[in-house]
């Protein structure tokens, strides 16, 4: 069992930066793929950015696109989304999620409480 707590929501101005962390207890993240999916409200959950169990496969929405990077860092059990130029549009409860396979969607066995990020206009 793997346990996910992310980190790093709040509130920000449109064209502002945030760094979102999810931090593994109860095991490591060594051998999982893990994702960003965001859920704004009243809308449907939509994947964010996923990232391979080596690093090697990045996988990032359309509308992040050149805006946010997923990173990891197995020796301090964390990934990370950097997210840049934020919008309103990306005003949504945030979850980290982990898996054996990195799934462009939400197939996913572990799954973080959230976190939440307001872009103010």
């Known amino acids: 069992q793997v346990y996910l707590v992310e980190s790093g929501g709040g509130v920000v101005q449109v064209g502002d930066s945030l760094r979102l962390s999810c931090t593994a207890s109860?095991?490591?993240?060594?051998?999982?793929?893990v994702a960003w999916v965001r859920q704004a409200p009243g809308k449907e959950r939509e994947f964010v950015s996923g990232?391979?169990?080596?690093?090697?496969?990045?996988f990032y929405g359309p509308s992040v696109e050149g805006r946010f990077t997923i990173s990891r860092d197995d020796a301090k059990n964390t990934v990370s989304l950097q997210m840049n130029s934020l919008n309103p549009e990306d005003t949504a409860d945030y979850y980290c999620a982990a898996g054996t396979h990195l799934d462009y969607g939400f197939g996913y066995d572990f799954w973080g409480q959230g976190t939440q990020v307001t872009v103010s206009s």
């Open positions: 109860g095991g490591t993240f060594d051998n999982y793929a």
């Open positions: 990232i391979s169990w080596n690093g090697g496969v990045t």
